[in-house]
C-alpha cells in the first residue's frame, strides 16, 4: 500500500493528510484519491469539435449536443456555462452489476469489491462540477432505484447540501406487477435539490390537471355541463390554528350560525368572506344551512402543487418509454433503459419556465431533449437544451456510438419528422428550422488537451466555439475565410482575431463603431491594444483567458 504514495511530493502528501484530517466522522466515506482527482479535473484543457454533417439545422444554434466523457464536457462547462444552468436532470448508471456502469473503460460487475466506491467516486466528480453550472436558484434532479438511492441519498446532501433537500420523488415505472423477486419491484427515486430552496417553491410551477381530476368539478344544475366557468366544486373554508381576525360568526342563508371548529380558524378575514358571499362564492349546501364552502370554479384552477407520488397514469411507465424509442427507430433495442417523454416533461414544467435552460449530461436516448421541444412547441417557450452523451464505446464494442447513433439521431428526427413503424409520418416538433432557430442543435465532440499543447494543439475553431459560449446563447461555426470573427453580445460586440495585420485595424475600428462596446481576442493582444486607441473597446489575450477561466494547472 505505501508503495502508491512514492511519486507524491512533500507538499502532496501534507494536503493528503490535512484532507484526511478533515474527513467527517460520520457519513459517507469511500475509497477514493483526492490528489489524483484534482489532478483530473485541471491537468488538461478540454475544448470542443464541431460537425456541422451531425449538426441540426441552420446557424446560430441555440441548443447543444455533447459527445465525448460527461466529466470532460462538464469541466468545459464550468469554463461556458457555470451559474447559468436553470435546471438539471440526469439518469446515470444504476450501478447493477449487469453491464450498465462502465469505469475507466470496463463494464463493473455485481462481484466487484469496490463496486460502490467506484460508482460513488464517479458520481462525485460530476455532481461537483454541476453545482458549479446551477443558476442560483437552480434545481437538479437525479434518477436513481434502490441499488445506490441509500448511497446517492448521502452523496447529494455532501455535494448540494442537506438544507437544499426538495424531495425524495417516486415513480411508478410500471403498470404490471413484477413477479420474479420476493417483492415486486415497480418503481424508482427522483432527488430533488435546489440551490435555493425558498426561491424555488415560490417559483415552482403547478402541474396540469388531469382529465379524471377535473370530473369532481360539475355543475349540480347540468350534470353533462363542459363550460369550465361553470363546473364547480367547494373547497374547505377552515384553517388550522388561531387568528383573532378569523374567529367570527357566519350566519347561513337559512339562519344557522356557524363557528369555526375547535382548533381551526376561518381561512380568511370577515370582509374577505363577504366580498366572495357577494359574488356567489360562498356556498351553505343543499337545505341552505351547511358549514359554508369555497366554490371553486374549474377555470380557476392553474394546476395542481406537485406531489412526491408520480403514477404511471400522468408520467408514463417504462413500457411507453419503449414504444416511443420503437416509434423512432422501429426497435426497441436501439437504447434498452429509456425514460418516457412524460416524465420528463413534468420536471420541465415544475422547474423551468419557457426560457430556461436545460442540462442532461447522461443522456442516453435523448428523452430530455425530445422532452423539451414537446414542451416549447406546447407553450410558445423558447428553453434551450444542452445534452452530454458518450459513445459507450468498450473493447468489446469499439465502434458503438450512442450520441451519434442514438441521441442526436433521434433529437433530429423528433426536430424534422420520421416515419414510423407503421408508416405512418409524424411530424416534426421543430416547424420551419429557417424560422424556428430554437428547433436546432450544434454537434460536438470533447477533446482533451495536455496541458503543455495548448499552444500548438488548440484550433482557431476550438477557440471561437468556447467564446461565443461565454458570451452569448447562440453558437455560429467558425469562418477560416473572415479575418475577424464577430458574434453579438448584451452589452456590445465579441471579436476574435486569429491573426493579426495592418488589414484588421480597420474592421475592428468599424465594429467597435457600430457596437458602441466591443471585447476584443487574439494571439496578440498587446500589438492590437497599442494600434487601436478606444476606450470602448477591451484587449484579452488568447489562449491564457481561456487557461484561466478553465483553471488549468490549479488546485481547487
Known sequence: MA????????????????????????????????????????????????????????????????????????????????????????????????????????????????????????????????????????????????????????????????????????????????????????????????????????????????????????????????????????????????????????????????????????????????????????????????VPRIIRYLSEVDGLVPWTWWPHEEVGHTDEARKEIQSIFGTQTAFETPKPVRLIERILRIATKPGDLILDFFAGSGTTAHAVLKLNREDGGNRRFILVSNTEATTDAPDKNLCRDVCAERVRRVITGYRNKKGEWVEGLGGDLLKTRGASFAYLRARRIPAEMILSGIEHAQIWTALQLIHTETLTPFDAAAPVQQAETENGIMLYVPKVSEAVIGILEQAIHDAGTAVIYSWQSGWLHQHIEDERASFQAIPQFLVNRFGLGTRT
Open 3 to 290: 508503495d502508491r504514495y512514492d511519486d507524491y511530493t512533500r507538499e502532496e502528501l501534507i494536503r493528503l493528510l490535512r484532507e484526511r484530517d478533515r474527513k467527517p466522522k460520520f457519513g459517507l466515506v469511500w475509497e477514493r484519491d483526492e490528489i489524483e482527482h484534482e489532478k483530473a479535473i485541471n491537468d488538461d484543457f478540454v475544448a470542443l469539435d464541431f460537425d456541422a454533417g451531425l449538426s441540426c439545422g441552420e446557424a446560430p444554434f441555440r441548443n447543444l449536443i455533447i459527445e465525448g466523457d460527461n466529466f470532460d464536457a462538464l469541466r468545459f462547462l464550468r469554463m461556458t456555462h457555470a451559474g447559468k444552468v436553470k435546471c438539471i436532470y440526469i439518469d446515470p448508471p444504476y450501478n447493477t452489476g449487469n453491464r450498465d456502469f462502465i469505469y475507466n473503460d470496463r463494464f463493473i460487475d455485481k462481484e466487484d469489491a469496490y463496486k460502490h466506491s467506484k460508482w460513488l467516486e464517479f458520481m462525485y466528480r460530476r455532481l461537483e462540477l454541476a453545482k458549479e453550472l446551477l443558476a442560483e436558484d437552480g434545481v437538479i434532479f437525479v434518477s436513481i432505484d434502490d441499488n445506490e438511492v441509500f448511497n446517492l441519498g448521502l452523496l447529494m446532501n455532501r455535494v448540494f447540501g442537506e438544507i437544499n433537500f426538495i424531495a425524495n420523488c417516486i415513480w411508478q415505472k410500471r403498470y404490471s406487477r413484477e413477479n420474479r423477486e420476493a417483492i415486486g419491484d415497480a418503481h424508482e427515486y427522483l432527488f430533488v435539490y435546489s440551490l435555493d430552496p425558498a426561491a424555488f417553491k415560490m417559483q415552482r410551477g403547478r402541474i396540469p390537471i388531469s382529465l379524471d381530476q377535473s370530473k369532481v368539478y360539475r355543475n349540480p344544475d347540468n350534470p353533462n355541463e363542459a363550460d369550465p366557468t361553470k363546473r364547480w366544486q367547494s373547497i374547505s373554508m377552515t384553517a388550522q390554528g388561531y387568528r383573532p381576525n378569523q374567529m367570527y360568526r357566519i350566519t347561513a342563508d337559512n339562519g344557522k350560525i356557524h363557528y369555526p371548529p375547535e382548533g381551526r380558524c376561518w381561512s380568511m378575514v370577515e370582509s374577505e368572506f363577504l366580498k366572495l358571499k357577494s359574488k356567489g362564492k360562498i356556498t351553505f349546501g343543499k337545505d341552505g344551512n351547511g
